[in-house]
């Protein structure tokens, strides 16, 4: 019959935990430490939550307003329509490099009586963009956009379909008129496509085959008639201005 040892018999017995599984009572009490931790951590943000709530039911800020008053601010913030990712309770912002989330809390409240919550910010490269054909094309300044969350949800309109008040077929047309205008090389010889090819340029038409030294003559005859009509109009400005 195998030995068994008496103090784990009556562990057995009473039904306690076995010597092999028991807890060293450094480790027992690191763990009583960090549910400790947990629990103030836990009572923290419960009161974070109940001081933002009782101020939001008095109407008053959500969180501590700065001394130092600012007027007018001169910066820029740009709301966008969302992505498929955001919910009516988020809005989208374009805002200046030099932004900060506290930054947008504070002027959308103050400027908007809007609460800003839980705001995340990314950094975005700019598009390419070229100022000419013969110019390497470049990028411009970083696109800094923030993410808030609301309390009260925000729908955008949907997009009218007839936009003829904003003229869009028209900046469309003009820019392919100016990117043919800019058109280089065997480019410039392409017929035109804006606003329906009324401004050329023209498709080439067959001509008549005329003699290289015809055409240099009929060219001379040309220039001799209009240099005549042209002193002809000079001298009839200054007989006038004379009175001869």
């Given at each position: 019959m195998?030995?068994?040892?008496?103090?784990?018999?009556?562990a057995?017995?009473?039904?306690?935990?076995s010597?092999?599984?028991a807890?060293?009572p450094s480790k027992h009490?690191?763990?009583?430490?960090?549910?400790?931790?947990?629990?103030?951590?836990?009572?923290?943000?419960?009161k974070?939550?109940?001081?933002?709530?009782a101020?939001i039911?008095?109407?008053?800020?959500?969180?501590?307003v700065?001394?130092?008053k600012?007027y007018?601010?001169?910066?820029?913030?740009?709301?966008l329509?969302p992505?498929?990712?955001h919910?009516?309770?988020q809005?989208?912002?374009i805002?200046?490099?030099?932004?900060?989330?506290?930054?947008?809390?504070d002027y959308?409240?103050h400027?908007?009586?809007?609460?800003?919550f839980?705001?995340?910010?990314?950094?975005?490269?700019?598009?390419?963009?070229?100022?000419?054909?013969a110019v390497a094309?470049y990028?411009?300044?970083?696109?800094k956009?923030?993410?808030?969350d609301?309390?009260?949800?925000?729908?955008?309109?949907?997009e009218?379909?007839?936009?003829?008040a904003?003229?869009v077929?028209?900046?469309?047309?003009?820019?392919?008129?100016?990117?043919?205008?800019?058109?280089?090389?065997?480019?410039?010889?392409?017929?035109?496509?804006a606003?329906g090819?009324?401004?050329g340029?023209?498709?080439?038409?067959?001509?008549p085959?005329?003699?290289?030294?015809?055409?240099?003559?009929l060219?001379?005859?040309?220039?001799?008639?209009r240099?005549k009509?042209?002193r002809?109009?000079?001298?009839?400005l200054?007989?006038?201005?004379?009175?001869?």
């Amino acid at each position: 019959m195998p030995r068994v040892v008496p103090q784990v018999a009556d562990a057995m017995k009473s039904g306690s935990r076995s010597l092999a599984t028991a807890v060293s009572p450094s480790k027992h009490l690191d763990l009583v430490n960090k549910a400790k931790k947990f629990q103030v951590t836990t009572k923290h943000s419960e009161k974070l939550l109940k001081l933002n709530q009782a101020s939001i039911d008095k109407g008053e800020a959500h969180f501590r307003v700065g001394e130092n008053k600012q007027y007018f601010p001169t910066a820029r913030v740009i709301l966008l329509r969302p992505n498929a990712k955001h919910t009516p309770y988020q809005a989208k912002f374009i805002v200046p490099k030099g932004f900060n989330r506290f930054d947008l809390r504070d002027y959308l409240y103050h400027v908007y009586g809007l609460r800003a919550f839980n705001i995340t910010t990314q950094l975005l490269h700019a598009p390419y963009t070229r100022t000419g054909n013969a110019v390497a094309r470049y990028r411009t300044g970083q696109i800094k956009k923030m993410t808030i969350d609301m309390l009260e949800p925000f729908v955008w309109p949907e997009e009218p379909e007839n936009k003829d008040a904003w003229n869009v077929d028209f900046f469309k047309e003009l820019e392919k008129y100016s990117e043919q205008k800019q058109a280089f090389g065997s480019d410039k010889l392409k017929q035109g496509t804006a606003f329906g090819g009324i401004l050329g340029p023209y498709k080439h038409k067959p001509e008549p085959f005329i003699p290289k030294k015809l055409k240099s003559q009929l060219l001379n005859e040309k220039n001799k008639t209009r240099m005549k009509a042209d002193r002809a109009d000079e001298v009839d400005l200054v007989t006038k201005y004379l009175g001869l």
